[in-house]
């Protein structure tokens, strides 16, 4: 296992350090493994919770930031942060608008989630709203999920969702906000190799030269199929298809397309296969408004990609182009 890392057990931790000494703008609580905006609690502000297992970087506390997140819990990798964790990181970002907590569909995830609204409206009277994120396509109920995924849209959302609570919007709206955003988005993905977890030290499954498995988890779930690799044109067709098929991305205001590298996809890779959906979306009458290109929600050292299309309105668009400042995504500020 060639990793850049101390030892399995400490690999966390040891990231959160690095990112505490990279970005002092925020601040880490190391004991609760929180990441939140240094001025955070904003007051008369809805808070932005979301969190997950860690291997996902730059997703959350990549996204930890004014316009995105207010705070982000990160568990051990691929294991949902527990409620004590995520109790923290809402009381703490707390500006008296009540707090969001943005959860991907994972079953460990949403029980944790749900715990931790639970105790802050017991112990504090904070009022808690969750959005559960579920815009895969590619397979109802897997090893972690009851339904489908949470994947790609969620990097969307949070930057949509944190928007929309920086303009001052009541927590309704805000969740309202983060409920259009899921509801119209859809992702599909694919792997060309599986990721090695540092606590298992060998890959999470076999996949062999010359073989792709279409329509993974982010956790290296397995997908629909497994296929022999194709040209990224055949590729893009068939992540493309299935979203294409579940929701029809003709009306609205365009489409944001976001292509996602999985942690070991070069960038050069990445915008080829943009392109080629670029090109797919034309040929089916789909206006790209917005796109993102890169490497957001990953999944440790494997290597393919995903692809999200969000069926935007005006308002959504607006919130997208509003300034984000975090430590992996920013503009406009």
């Not at 995520?86 to 995830?109: E, F, M, Q, S």
Request: charged content about 20%; overall charge negative; proline content about 5%.
């Amino acid at each position: 296992m060639n990793k850049l890392i101390n030892d399995p057990a400490t690999i966390v931790s040891d990231a959160l350090r690095g990112l505490a000494a990279a970005h002092p703008e925020l601040h880490v609580d190391h004991e609760h493994r929180i990441v939140r905006r240094g001025d955070a609690p904003v007051s008369g502000k809805v808070g932005l919770v979301s969190g997950g297992g860690s291997g996902h970087e730059p997703l959350h506390a990549g996204f930890v930031g004014p316009g995105m997140l207010d705070a982000a819990c990160a568990g051990e990798v691929f294991t949902s942060p527990v409620p004590d964790q995520i109790l923290a990181a809402t009381t703490a970002v707390d500006g008296g608008a009540g707090v969001l907590h943005i959860v991907k569909n994972y079953t460990g995830d949403v029980m944790n989630f749900e715990m931790a609204a639970e105790l802050a409206e017991a112990e504090t009277g904070v009022a808690v709203t969750a959005v559960v994120v579920d815009d895969d396509v590619a397979v109802r109920d897997s090893l972690y999920t009851a339904g489908r995924r949470g994947v790609g849209a969620t990097v969307l959302l949070e930057k949509i969702a944190g928007a929309a609570a920086d303009q001052g919007r009541p927590l309704a709206e805000v969740a309202d906000v983060a409920r259009q955003v899921n509801a119209n988005a859809r992702s599909m993905g694919l792997a060309l190799t599986s990721c090695t977890v540092p606590a298992a030290g060998k890959p999470t499954f076999d996949l062999p030269d010359g073989q792709m498995e279409i329509g993974i988890g982010i956790h290296g779930e397995p997908g629909r199929r497994r296929v022999p690799i194709a040209p990224a044109t055949e590729i893009a067709e068939m992540l493309l298809t299935p979203i294409l098929a579940d929701l029809d991305f003709t009306s609205g205001s365009g489409v944001i397309a976001f292509v996602n590298g999985m942690g070991a996809t070069p960038q050069l890779e990445l915008y080829l296969m943009y392109h080629e959906v670029a090109e797919i979306l034309g040929k089916h009458g789909i206006t790209v408004a917005r796109s993102l290109v890169g490497s957001y929600i990953t999944s440790l050292d494997m290597a393919g990609c995903s692809v999200t299309l969000l069926r935007a309105d005006d308002d959504l668009l607006r919130l997208w182009d509003a300034p984000v400042r975090t430590a992996a995504l920013r503009w406009g500020a």
